[in-house]
């Protein structure tokens, strides 16, 4: 294998590592908020859910991003933050727009990027890669 060939692997694997870190630390930031008492007022509010809703919503966002962020269960928690930012798009915006008020921009590059680490994996840089006893369809 050439060393052009080596460098690049080597660069999708830390970009694989960036993505997966910055998409955790946003939904770990989005999860913790979701524990303050005033979220449970916009739950039971437009949205329409019981207030017991909150901490399982909360819980959501949390630990799936945790898991992304260190490289464990990559692909289950990203289907399950796909799953999240579906909701967000077509439930809690109702994909009302594109950009402005209600715009689903930012929930859009999340499901987005959400879905290339379902397909791509967690990469080298990942617990996942160096425990090796982990089934690779987990990963």
Same mark, same amino acid.
């Given at each position: 294998?050439?060393?052009?060939?080596?460098?690049?692997?080597?660069? $999708?694997?830390?970009?694989?590592?960036?993505?997966?870190?910055?998409?955790?630390?946003?939904?770990?930031?989005?999860?913790?908020?979701?524990?303050?008492?005033?979220?449970?007022?916009?739950?039971?509010?437009?949205?329409?859910?019981?207030?017991?809703?909150?901490?399982?919503?909360?819980?959501?966002?949390?630990?799936?991003?945790?898991?992304? $962020?260190?490289?464990?269960?990559?692909?289950?928690?990203?289907?399950?933050?796909?799953?999240?930012?579906?909701?967000?798009?077509?439930?809690?915006?109702?994909?009302?727009?594109?950009?402005?008020?209600?715009?689903?921009?930012?929930?859009?590059? $999340?499901?987005?990027?959400?879905?290339?680490?379902?397909?791509? !994996?967690? !990469?080298?840089?990942?617990?996942?890669?160096?425990?090796?006893?982990?089934?690779?369809?987990?990963?």
């Amino acid at each position: 294998m050439s060393s052009a060939a080596i460098k690049e692997n080597r660069l $999708l694997d830390v970009a694989f590592c960036g993505m997966r870190a910055a998409i955790g630390v946003i939904f770990i930031v989005h999860g913790i908020a979701k524990f303050d008492p005033g979220f449970a007022g916009f739950l039971t509010g437009p949205l329409g859910f019981p207030p017991e809703m909150q901490i399982p919503i909360a819980l959501a966002e949390l630990v799936p991003g945790i898991l992304l $962020l260190v490289g464990v269960l990559t692909r289950i928690s990203a289907s399950l933050l796909s799953v999240i930012m579906i909701g967000a798009i077509f439930y809690v915006k109702e994909a009302a727009s594109l950009t402005g008020d209600r715009g689903y921009e930012i929930d859009l590059i $999340l499901l987005a990027a959400s879905l290339v680490i379902v397909v791509a !994996g967690p !990469g080298k840089v990942s617990i996942a890669h160096i425990a090796k006893k982990i089934p690779r369809f987990l990963h």
